[in-house]
T-cell receptor, first 112, second 116 residues
Framework: AQSVAQPEDQVNVAEGNPLTVKCTYS??????LFWYVQYPNRGLQFLLK??????LVKGSYGFEAEFNKSQTSFHLKKPSALVSDSALYFC??????????FGQGTELSVKP | DAGITQSPRHKVTETGTPVTLRCHQT?????MYWYRQDPGHGLRLIHY???????DKGEVSDGYSVSRSKTEDFLLTLESATSSQTSVYFC???????????????FGPGTRLTVL
């Protein structure tokens, strides 16, 4: 069965520093992987996805994610964090029938 | 973002009362989903629809029913609300794979439901 794990409930970063939000997955076959962001009192917004091809995927708001098949990871990264990046981040993997399996979420806090 | 709206955005109700949440999308997406979001659990799938009048259960479907009479509308009903159904409910939709083979889902703004 497909599953996703986000090992950190919270990540704290200083503004201007690089950030990483971790995600590992378990799937049979080739994975379709997604990152979503949720700002307070808002719905989830699509950030980026990995389907195939280049292991480094670029998405919205300067975020990127690195797919690593050997480590079954899909970590979200940004070279220089902004206070406005503070939000809840979800990793997800496509399951059968196009359903998504979500991780439990990681709260990112960027301090000035 | 896809044009997905949810109504109501907030609702407080009492245990035992029926509640219906509405999701409306203007993207002509074939697939629609209802999730609930609870702390420590991420998003969990309640029910989904793969076409008009075609629905199926998700991970946490007990106590919930759905209906889809039109492409654009997907209703979630709590027949007799319980306190354990206090949650934030999100609707999502995605296009048919012939249109978007990545299966990307787009989300509505959510409905905060409190059952007293």
């Amino acid at each position: 069965a497909q599953s996703v794990a986000q090992p950190e409930d919270q990540v704290n970063v200083a503004e201007g520093n690089p950030l990483t939000v971790k995600c590992t997955y378990s799937v049979s076959g080739n994975p379709y992987l997604f990152w979503y962001v949720q700002y307070p009192n808002r719905g989830l917004q699509f950030l980026l996805k990995y389907i195939t091809g280049d292991n480094l995927v670029k998405g919205s708001y300067g975020f990127e994610a690195e797919f690593n098949k050997s480590q079954t990871s899909f970590h979200l990264k940004k070279p220089s964090a902004l206070v406005s990046d503070s939000a809840l981040y979800f990793c997800a993997v496509r399951a059968e029938g196009g359903k998504l399996i979500f991780g439990q979420g990681t709260e990112l806090s960027v301090k000035p | 973002d896809a044009g997905i709206t949810q109504s109501p955005r907030h609702k407080v109700t009492e245990t035992g009362t029926p509640v219906t949440l509405r999701c409306h999308q203007t993207e002509n997406h074939r697939y629609m989903y209802w999730y609930r979001q609870d702390p420590g659990h991420g998003l969990r799938l309640i029910h989904y629809s793969y076409g008009v009048k075609d629905t199926d259960k998700g991970e946490v479907s007990d106590g919930y029913s759905v209906s889809r009479s039109k492409t654009e509308d997907f209703l979630l009903t709590l027949e007799s609300a319980t306190s354990s159904q206090t949650s934030v409910y999100f609707c999502a939709s995605r296009a048919d794979r012939l249109v978007d083979d990545t299966d990307t889902q787009y989300f509505g703004p959510g409905t905060r439901l409190t059952v007293l």
